[in-house]
């Protein structure tokens, strides 16, 4: 059973930085592809970020060059760095992986105060 535990969450000043954390435990094996989406309320889920089993990122539009994936694969950690933060970024954070089906963490709350 592989469970996804995000941290990092929490209140930033808008044009501030976060930095989000997920780390994956259960079964160890590599995921084909791991990252964050984020969900605004009365809004959709969207991506926000991925990066696949080649280390290749993907972008939301809404982040794309603000936010930076990386992936610790020794310690089945993947990391969202952003920064000129916005308060339209306000929105539950979740950390997403997947190998032969979709994983889900329980989700962190990122508020951006304006």
């Known amino acids: 059973q592989v469970q996804l535990v995000e941290s990092g969450g929490g209140l930033v000043q808008a044009g501030g930085s976060l930095r989000l954390s997920c780390a994956a435990s259960?079964?160890?094996?590599?995921?084909?592809?791991k990252g964050w989406y984020r969900q605004a309320p009365g809004k959709q889920r969207e991506l926000v970020a991925l990066?696949?089993?080649?280390?290749?990122?993907i972008y939301g539009d809404s982040v794309k060059g603000r936010s930076t994936i990386s992936a610790d694969n020794a310690k089945n950690t993947v990391y969202l760095q952003m920064s000129n933060m916005k308060p339209s970024d306000t929105a539950v954070y979740y950390c997403?992986?997947?190998?032969?089906?979709?994983?889900w963490g329980q989700g962190t709350q990122v508020t951006v105060s304006s």
């Open positions: 997403y992986a997947h190998f032969i089906r979709d994983y």
């Open positions: 990066i696949t089993s080649a280390g290749s990122p």
């Open positions: 259960g079964r160890s094996f590599s995921f084909t592809g």
